[in-house]
């Protein structure tokens, strides 16, 4: 593959990426001024328990129709899609009853007004979630960007669209937010399916492949545990909020976390190109070790410059939230090292998915998953959503050296290390003095040590990035204006 097919691909993602990190600038002060910090954080709650189910509900499988597509003939990768979706759905649709059948005591975990419209919301949005999933894999594992983009823009635009009708039209509480996002998702998916319907053909749903079940639930099961563990890493720090500082704190807590999420949309843009990219490569010639080592390289550079300049406006940023959400000002600093370490992970961790090894997946979640409750039980009953930050940034930091340290057991790469800590340790710097201080000389200081730092140390790298844009500033040129 070239480099420049390469960047192509990565730019039609990247546009609707850079398009939704465009919206989140107006639907996260949006939602913030338009809900109390109270609403947001019931909100946040029911998020944390559709993702849940989501992930108990898809039972691997969706790993394994990843993993298992560029192996499957072309003509049978319907036949796969169905192979692994219904397993799922059954699934799903088993879950659905049980929440049901205890709706009382499910109810309680989002809020104590229990309503039969919650519990509508949490169905639909149960199937909503499984659908869309599947439905964006198929688009992401084929390598249509641009359709990706649309179909994320869509969702981000159909999102604010709902809010904004409700709002004038019903009660001012978190469901508003809930119908909102199960809706988005729904007219995602619908014109993600209807895009891709030759492979979403009933005439698919029956036939043999080269795949077996027992394949797919031995890659796939092992990630269910994984999926469990990692909801406990990646969720109990919102757990911690809400039980020691009530729904409040978990709102501003969540606002942060709108501010991170859209670096999240950096992440997502890198992570959808990135995955079917290595595989194809991987599959077509194991032994291009360069190649990977040269985007993780492009990776860590991007993402550490990105996160220094959040922290450094953090004080800037948190301005567009509204005034009863201004102390998420301090929480932003740990938290960027959530998608920082995750996304630079992606081009790390590559052995473990390479060779087949998915059981390394539960021993990282249980490590970072004890790791993270032991930081969120010392840290957030006396710090708040501040605590849970810190934790959670430390947690990520061991998440990353975690999924590099057994993946280079499996297939051994150069990452440079070496490097890689020394802009960590930086950062963390940076984040502590952040965490607890407005911006001053020294907060200026620090920040721009953090620049040079990663200018000096990736200097060859970004070197490279000149040649090759200015040597193939034509064909951009011309890629730009037909796109």
Aim: proline residues 2%; charged residues 15%.
């Amino acid at each position: 593959m070239s480099n420049n097919n390469l960047f192509k691909k990565f730019l039609d993602y990247a546009i609707g990426s850079g398009i939704v990190l465009i919206l989140g600038f107006v639907s996260s002060p949006l939602n913030t001024r338009l809900f109390s910090p109270d609403e947001f954080g019931k909100f946040s709650m029911f998020l944390l328990v559709g993702n849940v189910i989501n992930a108990i509900v898809l039972l691997g499988l969706d790993q394994s129709f990843v993993r298992y597509f560029y192996i499957e003939d072309e003509k049978n990768r319907g036949k796969l899609l169905y192979k692994t979706f219904k397993l799922s759905l059954i699934f799903c649709i088993f879950t659905t009853l049980l929440i049901v059948i205890f709706k009382e005591a499910f109810l309680q975990l989002i809020s104590k007004n229990q309503s039969y419209q919650l519990l509508m919301l949490i169905g639909l949005n149960n199937f909503a979630l499984l659908f869309n999933r599947f439905a964006l894999l198929v688009v992401r594992m084929q390598q249509k960007g641009k359709l990706f983009s649309a179909l994320q823009v869509i969702q981000k635009i159909t999102n604010i669209i709902v809010i904004l009708m409700l709002f004038f039209t019903t009660e001012r509480n978190f469901l508003i937010l809930a119908y909102a996002a199960v809706i988005s998702n729904i007219v995602a998916t619908f014109i993600g399916v209807g895009a891709e319907k030759n492979l979403w053909s009933f005439k698919n749903s029956t036939g043999k492949i080269n795949t077996s079940y027992r394949e797919l639930l031995k890659y796939g099961y092992p990630l269910i545990f994984t999926f469990l563990i990692t909801w406990l890493f990646q969720s109990s720090d919102r757990l911690f909020v809400k039980y020691y500082k009530g729904y409040e704190e978990l709102g501003i807590y969540s606002a942060a976390f709108s501010i991170i999420a859209l670096l999240n949309a950096v992440q997502m843009a890198f992570s959808m190109f990135w995955v079917p990219v290595a595989y194809e490569k991987f599959e077509n010639d194991s032994n291009s070790k360069s190649f990977f080592t040269q985007i993780n390289q492009v990776v860590t550079f991007v993402m550490f410059s990105i996160s220094v300049f959040i922290i450094l406006f953090k004080d800037i940023i948190v301005l567009i939230l509204g005034e009863s959400y201004r102390s998420a000002s301090l929480i932003i600093p740990f938290l960027v090292f959530m998608p920082l370490m995750y996304t630079i992970s992606e081009t790390t961790v590559l052995g473990i998915n390479f060779r087949k090894k998915s059981q390394y997946h539960i021993l990282i979640a249980v490590i970072t998953a004890i790791i993270n409750l032991i930081g969120h039980w010392i840290f957030v009953p006396k710090l708040g959503g501040i605590g849970a930050a810190i934790s959670t940034g430390i947690t990520y930091i061991v998440f990353f050296s975690l999924r590099t340290l057994f993946s280079k057991k499996l297939y051994k790469n150069n990452y440079n290390l070496k490097a890689f800590y020394i802009v960590t340790f930086n950062l963390v710097l940076f984040s502590t003095y952040a965490t607890f201080n407005s911006i001053n000389t020294p907060y200026i200081l620090l920040g721009a040590f953090n620049i040079i730092v990663l200018l000096f140390i990736y200097r060859k790298i970004i070197t490279n990035w000149f040649n090759y844009f200015y040597k193939n500033k034509k064909n951009l040129k011309r890629f730009t204006l037909k796109g």
